[in-house]
Nanobody
Framework: VQLQASGGGLVQPGGSLRLSCAASRSIYTINRMGWYRQAPGKQRELVAIITSVATTNYADSVKGRFTISRDNAKNTVYLQMNSLKPEDTAVYYC????????WGQGTQVTVSS
């Protein structure tokens, strides 16, 4: 599975962004897809995951602000990010777990005034 992440950019604190992760094949049977992020000097961390039956899980730091969703018809997973904070600044990576683990190339999110 190839994953193409997009939607990152520069946004002011309190703003919103929507990240997209387009897969090269149907995601209908992919067990789990998610978003991770890595800030400079820090380890990659889980942001949100969604399973094939649409069960979701979020990092405590983003609960209530971020929403992960999937559109099986478009082979795409989204991450809606609201009320962004400077500490959300990182490279965001898309991930898929199905008969192996796959990663997208990352998209930069910068939250700054």
């Amino acid at each position: 599975v190839q994953l193409q992440a997009s939607g990152g950019g520069l946004v002011q604190p309190g703003g919103s962004l929507r990240l997209s992760c387009a897969a090269s094949r149907s995601i209908y049977t992919i067990n789990r897809m998610g978003w991770y992020r890595q800030a400079p000097g820090k380890q990659r961390e889980l942001v949100a995951i969604i399973t094939s039956v649409a069960t979701t899980n979020y990092a405590d730091s983003v609960k209530g602000r971020f929403t992960i969703s999937r559109d099986n018809a478009k082979n795409t997973v989204y991450l809606q990010m609201n009320s962004l904070k400077p500490e959300d600044t990182a490279v965001y990576y898309c991930n898929a777990v199905t008969m192996g683990t796959y990663w997208g190339q990352g998209t930069q999110v910068t939250v700054s005034s």
